[in-house]
């Protein structure tokens, strides 16, 4: 890969499942979150069995691969993970629709992270100094 780094580890791949944000596609499942500090992008791809045999499965994870590498290595934020996730129909997909789907699901996945932190940033903003968060 050009400008992503991999995902090295199970730990990191189940710490963007479950504390990141989510956007499914007809082609792929992209995962995005923020680790926080301002070492490079880095990426991860999954296809499980469901995908079909191993041939399939590595076909799926090829395609995916040259589409980030396409599209991430640009687009993709410093400090952030990123997963992708085959779906049953990634191999029969037009790379043009699967372009598609990764570039709509990446901004709709940093879309929605900005809204959020400009939300959390809005509302610690209006505490003052005597005031306490009794948000859950």
């Known amino acids: 890969m050009t400008g992503l780094e991999t995902i090295p580890k199970r730990r990191d791949f189940v710490l ?6 989510r956007y499914a596609m007809p082609g792929l499942v992209l995962q995005m979150r923020d680790r ?10 999954t296809a499980s069995k469901k995908i079909g045999n191993a041939v ?7 395609r995916l691969r ?18 992708l996730i085959a779906r049953y129909n990634t191999n029969s997909l037009e790379w ?4 598609d789907s990764l570039n709509i699901a ?11 932190q400009t939300a959390t940033s809005a509302k610690n903003h209006r505490k003052t100094d005597g005031q306490k968060d009794h948000s859950a």
């Open 36 to 45: 926080g500090d301002d070492a490079g992008a880095r990426l991860g791809i």
């Open 66 to 83: 040259a589409v980030a590498d396409e599209y991430l290595a640009c687009h993709g934020q410093p400090g952030h993970d990123y997963v």
């Open 56 to 62: 399939a499965r590595n076909r799926a994870k090829r």
């Open 16 to 21: 963007v499942s479950t504390h990141g944000r």
């Open 106 to 116: 990446l901004n709709k996945v940093q879309n929605t992270a900005a809204s959020d």
């Open 96 to 99: 043009s629709a699967l372009a």
